[in-house]
């Protein structure tokens, strides 16, 4: 119900902003504008989606887990969705998130909250060592004698 009251509230907020605008500078003037802020963050999507992946491939080209890269993948994606939609407000928060710095911010934000929500589950403790041993005297599980 929360999510239902969000999209309700963006929505009459994007309208109300269309109107204000349209008022202020007329109809031709606030679709130009749209279809501006549009192609602007298109070009930087993709911009920002490049160098996204490039930074993902090289984190598993490194063997170490690609965390970060995926999340700004997530981000950018996002964003990309926020400039999709017509409307200022949402162009302006896709455009933002679009900055790295910004978006450094954003996925600081949601990793503290993430670790405050699902604390690990395997803490420090003993590691017991062992090894492996065949016994010929057992068939393996198709039948056969090891």
């Given at each position: 119900?929360p999510i ?6 963006a929505t009459v907020v994007?309208?109300?902003v269309?109107?204000?605008v349209g008022r ?5 003037a ?8 549009s ?5 930087l ?16 080209r490194?063997?170490r887990?690609p ?10 994606a996002a ?8 409307g ?8 933002l ?5 910004l978006?450094?911010?954003v996925r600081?934000r949601?990793?503290?909250?993430a ?14 060592e062992g090894e ?5 005297a057992h068939?393996?599980p198709r039948?056969?004698?090891?």
């Amino acid at each position: 119900m929360p999510i239902l009251l969000i999209l309700l509230a963006a929505t009459v907020v994007e309208l109300s902003v269309l109107v204000a605008v349209g008022r202020a500078i007329g109809i031709l003037a606030t679709i130009g504008l749209l279809i501006l802020s549009s192609l602007t963050g298109a070009i930087l999507l993709r911009r920002e989606g490049t160098r996204t992946l490039a930074a993902f491939v090289e984190a598993i080209r490194s063997r170490r887990p690609p965390h970060h890269e995926l999340l700004e993948g997530m981000l950018i994606a996002a964003a990309g969705v926020l400039i999709v939609l017509p409307g200022f407000v949402s162009d302006a928060l896709g455009l933002l998130l679009l900055l790295p710095p910004l978006r450094a911010l954003v996925r600081r934000r949601i990793l503290r909250s993430a670790s405050r929500r699902a604390p690990a589950r395997f803490g420090p403790g003993a590691v017991v060592e062992g090894e492996v041993v065949d016994d010929p005297a057992h068939p393996s599980p198709r039948g056969e004698l090891r």
